[in-house]
């Protein structure tokens, strides 16, 4: 079987591996679908980030949905033929953080596609895949593709349960990629009254638009517009910062209301921030970091009709057009939400 | 001008009023429509409730929407020939309780149709009423029936805020009345993933599929359904007490998983609750008593198509047939939501 | 070595059990002190309580402390001599409660000293006792019977960090047995400012003023002294039920102001609630069980001095005085914390 | 009367007003006791700070105490003689923060010595002050030292009322000033288990040690201290930024645990932050400004002697020495809380 391996930035090679059996607990896997992450482009492009670096073949991928092939010992709950989400996030279980229901925070977390341990966590774009039963969601009556989507949808859907209640919010929204237009959507799904995102990017927003957005603001071409939110100290009562730019946080800032509260999505190394804005509004910047129980919610919410993520998955490429993949992805202008088919069905 | 006044249980009278003109910071409104509350049948039929008890004729009604007719001095954002949902909560704003923001606590109270002090404080059941301007919020888009839906539907809105987030959670709502078909729509516009309705009749749960209930289950011709979800210590996140029955909520404790939230809707004197289920789950029984900025909110998210509460609308009468509307509403089994129409437009 | 081993109601017997030897990962304990508790006094007096009744003999027993006598391989950090307490409380760590960090809902717990599974979970009122290294907490600088109240001290611990900040809180305990006055505690430790204590026992309420009580009222002979808190809706921000009494929680409830947190830790199978109080206040009761991370606190708490529940210690009786200790912990006029001394030293 | 004025960097005179009557509702008060804040400092050496600066010439002065000296009509609750704190927040009382109990967000506030709108607020440095009622709070029993506490203590039991509860907390002050001793004494009240401080200077630790900051690091001499709390992703559950610095602030980030709470309490313009910490740690950072009903709360908690900020009052100075009061004050190697005493006694 193949997968999609990088070697160094600019080095994606699809390679032959051997295929392997499961064990008890686990299920074999017939890949359908993976979406192509921010962090896959990075190591893409760059080999990595920040500290984060390459140092041997790695597999990519984290954002995946197969057909269950063949079942270990003692599975239950699941049936060959199955479609399912299949969570990337392994945590040990038993770490004093995972003993505080924190598994998205375990010590010893095994993310598929981490260069960040060595021997590095590979991912999981292979054509077959062992995973573990606990990490499959069943996603019957969802395409491949939404399926696969599950995995940057829990990101936001984390994102929204760790900023609070939002029914009938003024909801802010810097930057209109992936992780920012499916924040439009858990934040609708939350009952967000008034959802304004902002982006450099035209086609971006268009995205923005069609997912449900009230309102978009391309900052490049209408460089005051978020400022009219600014009187009487500020308008909205929740940001959803996925940008990782920090004008971008700034200007959000400056348009929230007294103890408005801003979700941190964006990845940056370092950024500066008004922070006399923050003291004086009284302003609660969160960090929010993958996800945990929220992956079933995610298929649940799409199965439901609650969200739908389809007008997002703007490009399909077949596995030996992987590297294609990789650079439509990198081209925002062009693409939102790319993924690779690896099997058409069971 | 003609107003519905309660005299005593079972007297209900249409009579003539003197008008009224607006003073500066009022507006003088073309009642629209009126929707009766099971407050108001409490009033008709038994005079009261517990300790509270009609003195003197009372004006009913507090669920109106209606036409701005004229403008006092001051008044600024509302013009003649406004469609407005009017709230009926008057605080004072200078209690202590108002000082920290908890206006529904307000120790000065003029919510409408109240027979709690004496002289009791009329109701909003007339042809024309002079009003507040801030107790005005514009309803253009929806119809007069809907805009005078805004007031149950708030305190259903301020139930499931006092809930929290509720993003993919299992909601359980006992009581299938219009506060319990309400919790419906609030629940789901919140996040609900799974909403499961009980009630002893078929017709009350006929409503509940409706607005998008899950499951509904009658506990009189299916009484051991609830109990399948007790197992591994229950099923459900958040229960919304909507009947006022102790053993509807008794029920429902039983449902409930660890750390589950009970929002107690339903109004009654004394309950037997098995406490037990309470200490043990760790469960939290939260009071929920009418709301304040959620009427703004009512409006908005009606108006955005996230709640759409016309299929509850059941029956609308002609003033001249005030106490047929009130004996239709108190048939549960006919009706859901019983309205009065004032006039038909501005 | 000896065991206290109750029977059926009121037979309670020191009986020889065989030792055994710590495994991988245990300590043995030559145990030092246990407390009475509530629960135990059930089992004694009445053989149970409610619907869990002994079906066969059941070492009594979860409050204790004791001195490490050996080591089991793969132990770390705790030595031959130490103090410790022991946390009675063991949960499985891989159930889904256990997973969401609810150690204290865990599906297969086995707490110390319960009758409710078949066979029972027996308790540790032994001389020698073989624990998880990880249910022990080093207790230096405490004495054996302040070690031994680690754990009633946690269970109010918990339900004070449920109750949210406390700082310069008014706080009411009804109840003022081991229970409340540990409350009274671990709520000045949590910063409240004011704390008035009822009972219907002057000597109860005596060892209330002597751990802090700012005021204590006798409800028997000064059964109006608590409705001088409810005008203006009310006094006290939260409240910890301790006494498992309805009229107790009644009458805390009418004396709470708006939003008032109820925090009920007094066992009881049903009570009956104003719930109309509940509603219009929006109280939000809450139930609280048990404890987990709090262990560590308690002992952390009293160690500093933060908390200081020396003065709670009534009575101290040998093994062999074990039906006398139970006597004298059974009348509450009588003794406060009740506890048993099996071994003077390490 | 006299007053103590600020014209403009380092020209700080003492002189003449005019005395005044109160009105309704007001009081007159000799004034006792003004403490120097920082905020006082950056007036008289630098002329304000940021965008915030003095335009006309404002009398200085926000942490005050006195006694009353004459009743304007209306008054209730305070007689003649009375030693008062006096709260220096003058909210409008109706503006949309004020209705939602954010009062320390008044869109209208009033509060002593700011220079931010024109003309300025005069502050409260005056031998004779005319003041609201509401303002005013006994403080019987203690000094007037320790009444003019009552307004930076404020802001430190409003930060740690923000951070949540705090029972058995591991907590981290960076800067040990006026304003993060007293968050020792605030999370100390409020249950903190353990509390490190750091600072640049031995004199300023030595404040921290005294009122009982249990380990104190000088990042100075120790500079590789506080990183031995970084392994498994970090220690602390709680961080009181009080330096401002943001150095200081990310080596705090570093040493907090996932989901710990950073309450930002340090006034500063920009700072530079450790985004990717903030993100994978989900840190939640939290603006803290002023305060509002802590201020009571502080009068409080130090008559019951919860709270002893005596040992923080360094300096005690006359009218007529007020320049040199501004100097010491200035030198952070000379003095903590530096207080200006107007007159001895009622």
């Known amino acids: 079987m193949r997968a999609i391996v990088i070697h160094k930035a600019k080095d994606l090679r699809v390679e032959e591996r051997a295929e392997a059996s499961p064990q008890a607990g686990q299920v074999a896997i017939t890949m359908a679908t993976g979406g192509i992450c921010g962090s896959d482009l990075h190591y893409y492009n760059h080999g990595g980030f920040g500290p984060i670096t390459i140092k041997e073949p790695m597999i990519l991928g984290h954002e995946v949905s197969g057909y269950i092939r063949a079942l270990g010992d003692e599975v239950e709950g699941l049936e060959v033929g199955d479609l399912v989400a299949i969570s990337p996030s392994r945590p040990c279980g038993s ?6 229901g924190l598994r998205n925070h375990c010590l010893n977390m095994r993310f598929y596609g981490s260069a960040m341990p060595f021997p590095h966590i590979q991912g999981a774009f292979q054509e077959s895949l062992i995973a573990d039963a606990s990490q499959c969601v069943k996603a019957n009556g969802l395409t491949a593709g939404e399926a696969a989507v599950a995995e940057p949808l829990s990101v936001t859907l984390h994102a929204a349960r760790r900023a609070g209640e939002m029914l009938g919010k003024k909801v802010l929204i810097t930057g209109s990629g992936p992780i920012g237009t499916l924040s439009i959507l858990a934040a609708r799904a939350a009952g967000a009254a008034e959802i304004v995102v902002t982006d450099l990017s035209d086609q971006a927003l268009a995205y923005a638009k069609k997912v449900g957005a009230d309102r978009t603001i391309n900052v490049v071409t209408a460089p005051d517009a978020l400022a009219a939110y600014e009187p009487d100290k500020g308008y909205f009562d929740v940001l959803f910062e996925c940008s990782g730019a920090a004008p971008a946080l700034a200007a959000g800032m400056a348009a929230m209301r007294p103890r408005g509260v801003v979700m941190q999505l964006g990845m940056s190394g370092e950024m500066t921030l008004p922070m006399l804005l923050l003291t004086a509004k009284e302003l609660d910047l969160r960090g929010s970091f993958r996800f945990h129980e929220e992956f079933a919610t995610a298929v649940q919410l799409m199965q ?43």
Chains 1, 2, 3, 4 share one sequence.
């Open 304 to 346: 439901s009709g609650q969200i739908d993520v389809k007008p997002l998955i703007s490009h399909t490429f077949g596995i030996d057009d992987a590297v294609e993949a990789f650079e439509v992805a990198t081209d925002r202008g062009q693409s939102m939400k790319t993924q690779i088919q690896f099997a058409k069905s069971a």
């Open 95 to 100: 770490c004093k953080y995972c003993a505080q």
